[in-house]
């Protein structure tokens, strides 16, 4: 079961940010699994994310509800007629009372700082970082 809707074509650029897939993982216990496909956010994430105890799980939860509900504000505004360079045409599916659990958080928090650093100022979207603050 897609528990979001999977962004991005095959024909997207490297440089445009596709929705990331929260995917719930086989097994007893329910675990997700994020799946991010844009091809540019390994290295930077690798060169720019801070380790995972940097922050508390409350943080990343809580600015992962901001930037999520910043993400389908703005697919909401523009919806499908923004053309091929619009990053936020689909809806990211995320419940802040659903436990992801902390690598999951602190890997979409960060998804979500690396799109604000290529995106941020251009389309207001909100983040610790810069752009506009909740």
């Known amino acids: 079961m897609l528990f979001s809707a999977c962004a991005g074509s095959s ?10 897939n929260l995917v719930p993982q086989q097994g007893d216990d329910e675990e997700y699994e994020l799946i991010i496909i844009d091809p540019g956010f390994n290295s930077w994430f690798a060169t720019n994310a801070r380790p995972v105890n940097y922050y508390s799980p409350q943080h990343y939860k809580q600015w992962n509800d901001r930037y999520v509900r910043a993400w389908n504000e703005l697919a909401d505004r523009q919806g499908p007629r923004t053309g091929p360079d619009y990053p936020f045409q689909n809806h990211i599916q995320y419940d802040p009372s659903e436990d992801y659990g902390l690598e999951l958080n602190y890997e979409l928090y960060w998804y979500f700082r690396y799109v604000e650093s290529i995106w941020g100022r251009r389309y207001n979207f909100p983040g610790p970082g810069g752009g506009r603050r909740f």
């Not at 024909?11 to 990331?20: E, H, I, L």
């Open 11 to 20: 024909s997207r650029t490297a440089d445009r940010p596709a929705a990331p």
